[in-house]
Nanobody
Framework: QLQLVESGGRLVQAGGSLRLACAAS????????VAWFRQASGKEREFLSA????????YYADSVKGRFTISRENDKNTVYLQMIRLKPDDTAVYYC???????????????????????WGQGTQVTVSS
């Protein structure tokens, strides 16, 4: 059973930067496609970014394109989300999710759907003050 642990969330001022990490319990994490979502209070879970198992492809929501960068280090079983120019609207709990593609290819829209992901972490709180 793959376990994911997010870290790096904290209180930051608007305009600041943070790097979130999603660490996995198993080295097989390198075989999983991984995404970051967030959920603000009273709102639905929102797709932010995804990365293929080998890092060859990345996807971004329009709302974070140019500000957020996803990356991974498979030898460390970790996926990162670098966030810059943070805004108060970025305040949310940030989650990473993972699914194993098993050799199959998926449409871009598939990655945007939180139901595609089989494993989730507990989340890390990001609060951006104005």
């Amino acid at each position: 059973q793959l376990q994911l642990v997010e870290s790096g969330g904290r209180l930051v001022q608007a305009g600041g930067s943070l790097r979130l990490a999603c660490a996995a319990s198993e080295p097989t994490f390198s075989q999983y496609n991984v995404a970051w979502f967030r959920q603000a209070s009273g709102k639905e879970r929102e797709f932010l970014s995804a990365i293929h198992w080998n890092g060859a492809y990345t996807y971004y929501a329009d709302s974070v394109k140019g500000r957020f960068t996803i990356s991974r280090e498979n030898d460390k079983n970790t996926v990162y989300l670098q966030m810059i120019r943070l805004k108060p609207d970025d305040t949310a709990v940030y989650y990473c999710g993972a699914f194993e593609p098993k050799g199959l290819k998926y449409s871009t829209s598939y990655y945007y759907n939180y139901e595609a992901y089989d494993y989730w972490g507990q989340g890390t709180q990001v609060t951006v003050s104005s």
